[in-house]
């Protein structure tokens, strides 16, 4: 069973700096998802994806922030500039299907540090 | 604008005694409802949904929760409850009145059980 995946698992970064983080879903899972969770608090919607569209953007996501799905299969989040306040867990979750009532299969995570 | 409200950070019980954890929503339409689980260095699990239909789902490891479309609720319950099942739990909302995929979670409740 291969899972939703996410690359790196941990990443330290300098403020300023760029980051990019991966994110494999299930095979043949059309939906994917990206969300941001700090501690103590619950997943933060960021956006998702059907197929290589993207379909919806959080306002809270500055332009700092892209996302990718070149070929809908994996997916690349981009931090540019980062600043400190980007620490957080970033997920990434995907789910089948045509329909809204399935549920979302998440990956472990990506942690960044900014320092 | 969908939204989802856990009032309790942390709820305690001990080992064999029913345990309810609270979720309440606000949605345009009509909403479908999550529960997911997160256990420590591990991804969110999914618990159960609401769809349509009968207001009791049950789900995975004895959880069921109670929709109430007037109270805007949809409370986890467990008659007993297990060491094992300390850990953090989410609400999660998403409002069929958007035609959107966009998924709201709550900030939510960490259940401590005790033996």
């Known amino acids: 069973d291969t899972g939703v995946s996410q690359d790196p698992r941990h990443k330290i970064t300098k403020r300023g700096q760029n980051v990019t983080f991966r994110c494999d879903p299930i095979s043949e899972h059309n939906r994917l998802y990206w969300y941001r969770q700090t501690l103590g608090q619950g997943p933060e919607f960021l956006t998702y994806?059907?197929?290589?569209?993207?379909?919806?953007k959080s306002r809270l996501l500055s332009d700092r922030f892209s996302a990718e799905r070149p070929k809908g299969s994996f997916s690349t989040l981009e931090i540019q500039r980062t600043e400190q306040g980007d620490s957080a867990m970033y997920l990434c979750?995907?789910?089948?299907?045509?329909?809204?009532?399935?549920?979302?299969?998440f990956g472990q995570g990506t942690r960044l540090t900014v320092v | 604008a969908q939204s989802v409200a856990q009032p309790e950070d942390q709820v305690n019980v001990a080992e064999g005694n029913p345990l309810t954890v609270k979720c309440t929503y606000s949605v345009s339409g009509n909403p479908y409802l999550f529960w997911y689980v997160q256990y420590p260095n591990r991804g969110l699990q999914f618990l159960l949904k609401y769809i349509t239909g009968d207001n009791l789902v049950k789900g995975s490891y004895g959880f069921e929760a109670e929709f109430n479309k007037s109270q805007t609720s949809f409370h986890l319950k467990k008659p007993s409850a297990l060491v094992s099942d300390s850990a953090l739990y989410f609400c999660?909302?998403?409002?069929?009145?958007?035609?959107?995929?966009?998924?709201?979670f709550g900030a939510g409740t960490r259940l401590f059980v005790k033996a």
């Open positions: 994806f059907q197929n290589e569209a993207q379909l919806e």
């Open positions: 979750a995907s789910s089948p299907g045509q329909s809204m009532n399935t549920e979302a299969f």
């Open positions: 999660a909302v998403r409002d069929q009145g958007t035609g959107g995929f966009k998924t709201i």
